[in-house]
């Protein structure tokens, strides 16, 4: 009962003071890790994954990645910055990268590493579709996903000890490689359907901002979900919403996407 009532009490405090207001969307989450020290092992295992990968290089899809990674990257600044929030992104050293793999994968771990697989590159399509994926992805990031999840699993496995910043080391190390589990693809931490919906909506503004038209988010998904028709889901979709709901709910945010769409140059 004593521990029960330390946990509770540790949860609460937790909750009042370390809430994070997402700038877009206006979600609330726990977030109490280090997001220093959570960016700094996130570099490692990218670099790790980068020495046992084939990253491509110098081809038009390669080329195409870091491009609009550079110009989602810009979007989130001048965003952050309009609301005097770019201390935020104090953490990030944005790295985009193309790998050879013919999964239907992306993925942007903390600080800002992201990774695209050939495989979803011919689903992308063109600028647009990488735009899509890009903004998704890069939302997870700045949304601090991983230091939620990463949150959630310290107060499930340490409860009321984290208040008292008793944790070793090692035990932040295994709760590190419990998110993202070391030798395996680092990227693919299985984020919750709320935080798929949030990256959905983050995704579609910084696109928008970036010039890339979110009108063409929708045709996107439709082509994603019609890839893995008759076969094993895409890792990618596998904690997504259902396609009826993603395109309704994009459809929801897509006049406000078209005003920072617009006043981009896009034409409507």
Request: include cysteine; aromatic fraction near 8%; glycine fraction near 8%.
């Amino acid at each position: 009962m004593k521990i029960l009532k330390i946990s509770s009490y540790a949860l609460v405090v937790l909750g009042l003071t370390a809430c994070v207001t997402n700038p877009i969307t206006g979600r609330s989450s726990i977030q109490i890790a280090n997001n220093s020290e959570i960016a700094t092992a996130a570099a490692s295992e990218y670099k790790t994954t980068l020495s046992t990968s084939k990253v491509v290089t110098g081809t038009a899809d390669a080329n195409r990645v870091k491009n609009v990674g550079a110009r989602i990257k810009n979007a989130a600044y001048t965003y952050y910055k309009s609301i005097g929030r770019e201390a935020d992104l104090a953490n990030y050293n944005w790295e985009f990268n193309l790998i050879q793999d013919s999964q239907l994968n992306a993925w942007c771990m903390p600080g800002g590493k992201v990774a695209f697989y050939t495989g979803i590159m011919p689903v992308c399509k063109d600028d647009n579709g990488v735009a899509v994926v890009m903004g998704h992805e890069v939302s997870h990031a700045l949304a601090g996903h991983g230091n939620e999840r990463i949150s959630q699993a310290m107060i499930a496995q340490y409860g009321g000890s984290i208040l008292s910043g008793s944790m070793s080391n090692s035990q932040w190390s295994g709760i590190f490689e419990k998110v993202y589990p070391v030798g395996a693809q680092v990227g693919l931490l299985a984020y919750g359907r709320k935080q798929e919906s949030e990256a959905d909506k983050m995704g579609l503004i910084l696109m928008s901002i970036a010039g890339y038209d979110p009108r063409t988010s929708t045709s996107f998904w439709q082509r994603m979900q019609a890839s893995s028709s008759g076969s094993k889901t895409p890792e990618f979709l596998s904690t997504h919403p259902n396609p009826e709901n993603r395109i309704s709910d994009l459809n929801a945010e897509m006049p406000k996407a078209l005003e920072y769409y617009k006043k981009a140059g896009g034409k409507l």
